[in-house]
């Protein structure tokens, strides 16, 4: 009895996903990728990521409607940010996409450790 419910317990532990489908989308591959074996990304696939323009481009990862992190070099020197949330745009293309939203950053903290390299 004690083998088979042992077996049972690798069975259903072994067959359940690490990741459920509701993390991201399966990716297809590139038809025209600048990022060499690099795989384009569907509309949505990363919901977490934002796109952080200020003097280049940088991204964040979004940790709820009212956090985002994102690296240090991202933000300008006046300590503001003009950050875009957006869906997935190819070529790099961020006109008229459904879900965007445009929003300046009011308060940045910075880690304590920020000078540690």
Request: with cysteine; net charge negative.
């Amino acid at each position: 009895m004690r083998t088979l419910v042992f077996v049972a317990l690798i069975a259903s532990t072994l067959a359940n996903p690490k990741y459920p489908d509701t993390c991201g989308i399966e990716n297809k591959p590139s038809v025209d990728s600048r990022i060499i074996g690099g795989q384009e990304a569907e509309r949505s696939q990363f919901p977490w990521l934002a796109a952080v323009f200020t003097h280049g481009e940088c991204t964040g990862s979004i940790l709820d409607e009212n956090w985002m992190i994102t690296a240090k070099h991202c933000i300008d020197l006046n300590g503001v940010a003009r950050v875009r949330v957006v869906a997935h745009s190819k070529y790099g293309s961020f006109q008229n996409e459904p879900f965007m939203q445009y929003e300046k950053v009011p308060i940045l903290m910075y880690h304590q450790m920020e000078t540690l390299l």
